[in-house]
């Protein structure tokens, strides 16, 4: 539509592409093996992940592809404690699945003492269509963002994994009216947990999309119970309104951000923000993130007339591994067609940015989206200790990125 032949940047650096055989990447996670680093990429059209060897990020390696169940996506890809995390979603009809049962849903566990040659411990099933996204971080327990079969929509089951061949159920937690097989009596249109929870302690951080921002107690893991909520939508979008919640650790601010459905800007406001919750019960939104601008010389003069999906989607997650970045100041946020944006949040009430990076448009169609035409969308980063920056889109490999060593004012 408005083709790019090389990728726009301020303030980042592109050092490396790497092309993932002709696939195309989404979710993604660190492994540090002695003095080995290996990236793994869940895939966006096709079922299983790929494994890179980022060990030199300016010559990476690629390792292999492992191919994932069929009728499947396995969008997502958590490691700790040397384990990985595979989601599996059944497949819907609109991506060419078909009704349940499903064979394969809910989530692999894997093995990284071999890092170029997972070994499959187990599988947990939801007893539905599977999971989207989860949150694992070592330990015992995967919380896990589930479709059981009689809800409206996903929920959260936290699974203990400590004998990772016969993962259990421990609980379960839902936004009422979900429950439509004991007699609840719905929700409204989007009313479930999307981006998948963060937990800090006792408490878990829960986007729930149109059922806003939730806090859970979660001390008595048997018994998760709602601290508070925080309703997005209105006046944001209706579905995912709310798709990520990032609390910082030492600071009480958790940073959200809702997720575009439609092209062309069609869809209402979506938005990203910083929420405080020194007062627990009483979280209330501060500030938001400026929309981000188009560099200059481009052929459209905002994003939403560029086409596709403009929007923020999904923000870089430290998640307590030591091989990823841990900068409570930074926000790295994917914004689709605006590509990869970073803020300067060390002032909560004025998050300012200061850098981004545009990839250039596909060359060619790896999936289905966008339907606008061959646009560049960007959908998931991952910073890595070392610095480096990996950035996912719908119809190209990943990029591998750096901040700028000498930053310069925004070009105008």
Same mark, same amino acid.
Request: aromatic residues 12%.
């Given at each position: ?16 592409? @790497? ?14 093996? &002695?003095? =080995? ?34 009728? !499947?996506? !396995? ?10 995390? !595979?989601?599996?979603? @059944? ?9 349940? *049962?499903?064979?394969?849903? &809910? ?25 989207? =996204?989860?949150?694992?971080?070592? &330990? ?23 004998? *990772? ?6 609980? =379960?937690?839902?936004?009422? &009216? ?25 408490? @878990? ?28 939508? *209105? ?115 004025? *998050? ?33 200790? =070392? ?26």
């Amino acid at each position: 539509m408005f083709p790019q032949k090389e990728a726009i940047s301020w303030n980042i650096d592109q050092i490396g592409y @790497a092309d993932l055989d002709g696939k195309a990447g989404f979710k993604m996670a660190i492994h540090r093996a &002695g003095e =080995r680093w290996y990236l793994y990429t869940a895939l966006l059209w096709e079922p299983g992940f790929v494994i890179l060897d980022i060990t030199d990020p300016y010559s990476h390696r690629y390792v292999k592809h492992v191919p994932g169940p069929t009728d !499947t996506m !396995t969008y997502q890809i958590q490691i700790a404690d040397g384990k990985m995390i !595979t989601a599996m979603e @059944a497949t819907p009809l609109y991506l060419g699945g078909h009704e349940g *049962p499903w064979e394969n849903e &809910g989530f692999l566990i894997w093995d990284l003492e071999d890092p170029e040659n997972p070994r499959q411990l187990g599988v947990f099933k939801t007893g539905g269509s599977g999971t989207h =996204r989860n949150y694992y971080d070592g &330990g015992q327990y995967v919380y896990a963002t589930g479709l059981p079969d009689g809800y409206d929509g996903h929920i959260l089951q936290i699974v203990d994994i400590s004998d *990772p061949t016969n993962p259990t159920e421990v609980s =379960r937690w839902w936004r009422e &009216g979900q429950w439509l097989a004991g007699g609840e009596g719905g929700v409204p249109a989007g009313t479930l947990l999307h981006g998948g929870a963060y937990v800090v302690g006792d408490r @878990a951080y829960l986007p729930y999309s149109a059922g806003g921002f939730v806090i859970l107690d979660i001390s008595d893991i048997n018994a998760p119970k709602m601290v508070s909520d925080l309703p997005f939508s *209105p006046p944001f979008q209706h579905f995912i309104a709310v798709h990520t919640a990032l609390p910082l650790l030492n600071r009480p601010l958790v940073v959200v951000n809702s997720e575009p459905v439609f092209e062309n800007g069609t869809g209402s406001l979506g938005h990203a923000g910083i929420v405080d919750v020194s007062d627990e019960e009483n979280p209330r939104l501060i500030s938001l993130f400026p929309l981000p601008e188009p560099p200059p010389g481009v052929p459209y003069k905002n994003f939403v007339e560029r086409g596709a999906r403009f929007g923020p989607h999904n923000q870089h997650q430290w998640q307590n591994q030591d091989v990823l970045l841990h900068d409570e100041n930074t926000c790295f946020l994917t914004y689709f067609n605006a590509g990869l944006r970073v803020y300067d949040i060390s002032d909560e009430h004025l *998050p300012k940015e200061i850098a981004y990076f545009l990839p250039p448009d596909p060359t060619d169609r790896r999936g289905a989206w966008p339907t606008t035409g061959l646009i560049a969308q960007t959908e998931d980063v991952l910073v890595d200790s =070392r610095g480096y920056i990996f950035i996912s889109d719908k119809n190209q490999g990943l990029y591998i990125l750096r901040l700028s060593e000498t930053r310069t004012p925004r070009p105008t």
